[in-house]
């Protein structure tokens, strides 16, 4: 093992790397551009990717989630010349080895590349591939491919787990993945619905009570803490239990002991714990509205759930699933799909995810009755009248760029078009767009939907108007360089292809 490529476009950086990895006698080829170094990578044996952040084909970030996606991917370690805290993040948030700065002292990167071998090495070792029961989990997207990678790491392991993400995202689904596949699948799978415990009755259904603890307590009853005795214990949207319990639950998760209401002895409960929640318990825990030493003590494994609109991909195997599902509930012929149905799916921004996914395929399922192919008539009217709208808003949105780019294009291509000696006319000017006029299919959404919605329209049309250009897009926008891809990487945009809707 040691085949090393260097993706960088300064020649003085290439040679030095190269000279780095025969000294420790290790294989090395160096590519000066992201196409280059993306061709070497998919025919695979690079156990370690240099790659630096500007190249003149696009920013190094940009490449990494398609490097990562790649089979037996590299490690990488990140090059620039700059520093940038953002960068660094979002080359963290993307797997990379370490973020090294130019110029480097040769001892630090001959020791970053040492580890970062060794660590590839030990991974291979000790990752043998692992064979994940996965009841009713769907999903082939690089996000959910990372997922499947955390809940096998989970499932070999103890440790508590927090699951976080949107509702509707498959929490639970997920919790219980991971029960099945550990060493506590033939055990219990409690479940503790957070949000529904009363100041009232909490301590008596998690903790349990004996026989006239209380009035109406006419016999013994076991709580969930001890009915996981073994299992698993499921905190479901944890973010809601009341303050003044989190101190009790604590002292459970230290020593697994304690007291039913009424009762005089202590009991133990054997339980791994588990949580899920949508909130942000990091901004609950400033805000003193959830206690810190119990959030650190359910985040030793963290796992986070992308929402639907991140990873479209998975649409089209989910609608599959679950209309096959619905045929055997409902004993009737397997229902086939017109590709019409996948476009409007595929067109909605799925606030409730796959949760709201699956009602609605359930309610095309019901009015299709007997016809065997579902087709986009047969999904609810107000999926279709927003996916209409969303369509027409954007291409009303494109035609006013395209219109704009035109008009401005002299200003940031000077030299592209000779400037025309001015004509006077008697003609009007044509009215300017009512830009400060709200689109009607924005008036009913929220403030924030209303954001994001133009935030992604203004992103596609400055990707359209860069046309491959990153520091066009720069002045254009008045972006920081690390903005830019933060928002890029979000809606899925790249500024070094074709632009969106060309």
């Known amino acids: 093992m040691g085949n090393i490529l260097i993706i960088d476009d300064d020649a003085e950086v290439r040679e030095t790397l190269l000279s780095l990895t025969r000294r420790m006698r290790l294989a090395g080829e160096a590519v000066g551009s992201i196409a280059s170094g993306l061709e070497r990578l998919r025919q695979g044996g690079v156990d370690v990717a240099f790659l630096d952040v500007s190249l003149p084909d696009g920013n190094g970030l940009s490449a990494l989630s398609e490097i990562k996606a790649l089979p ?56 043998a591939p692992v064979a994940l029961i996965l009841e009713d989990v769907v999903g082939k997207s690089r996000r959910m491919r990372a997922c499947f990678d955390a809940v096998a790491g989970a499932a070999a392991a103890n440790a508590s787990v927090l699951i976080s993400g949107e509702t509707g995202t498959g929490k639970e689904l997920f919790a219980r993945t991971i029960h099945l596949n550990s060493t506590r699948a033939d055990k219990p799978f409690v479940v503790v619905d957070c949000a529904a415990l009363t100041e009232t009755l909490v301590e008596s259904t998690l903790f349990g009570h004996k026989k006239g603890a209380f009035t109406g307590a006419d016999s013994d009853r076991t709580g969930l803490v001890k009915m996981a005795d073994g299992g698993t214990l499921f905190l479901d949207e944890v973010g809601e239990m009341p303050l003044n319990l989190q101190k009790s639950f604590l002292r459970v998760l230290q020593e697994r002991r304690f007291r039913p209401v009424g009762g005089a002895q202590e009991l133990e409960s054997d339980f791994r714990l588990m949580a ?35 990873r479209a991909e998975d649409i089209k195997p989910l609608a599959v699933f679950r209309v096959g599902r619905l045929c055997e509930q409902y004993d009737a012929p397997l229902k086939g799909f017109d590709p019409d149905v996948f476009q409007v799916l595929e067109g909605y921004d799925w606030p409730g995810n796959v949760r709201e996914l699956f009602n609605v395929l359930e309610r095309a399922f019901v009015a299709a009755g007997a016809v065997r192919t579902l087709y986009a008539m047969h999904l609810p009217q107000d999926v279709r009248i927003k996916v209409a709208k969303a369509q027409l ?84 926008s008045g972006l920081s360089r690390s903005h830019l891809y933060a928002l890029l990487k979000k809606w899925n945009l790249s500024i070094d292809g074709p632009a969106v809707g060309s």
């Open 72 to 127: 037996d991917s590299p490690e990488v370690i990140i090059l620039t010349g700059r520093g940038d805290p953002d960068g660094a993040e979002l080359a963290i948030q993307g797997g990379v080895w370490d973020y090294l700065l130019k110029p480097s002292p040769l001892k630090d990167t001959m020791l970053t590349l040492e580890r970062a071998l060794k660590y590839r090495v030990g991974k291979r070792g000790a990752c």
């Open 276 to 310: 899920a929640t949508n909130r942000n318990l990091e901004q609950m825990v400033m805000q003193g509205s959830f206690r810190s030493d119990l959030f650190y003590r359910l985040k030793t494994i963290s796992i986070r759930l992308p929402p639907l609109r991140e």
């Open 393 to 476: 808003g954007r291409g009303r949105a494109g035609e006013a760029e395209d219109a704009a780019a035109v008009l401005t294009a002299p200003a940031i291509a000077p030299a592209a078009v000779p400037e025309a000696p001015p004509v006077e006319t008697d003609i009007l000017p044509a009215p300017r767009p009512p830009a400060a006029e709200l689109p009607a299919e924005l008036f009913g959404q929220s403030l924030k939907d209303c954001k994001e919605a133009v935030e992604q329209r203004y992103m596609e049309a400055l990707v359209r108007r860069a046309r491959g250009d990153v520091q066009r897009a720069l002045s254009a």
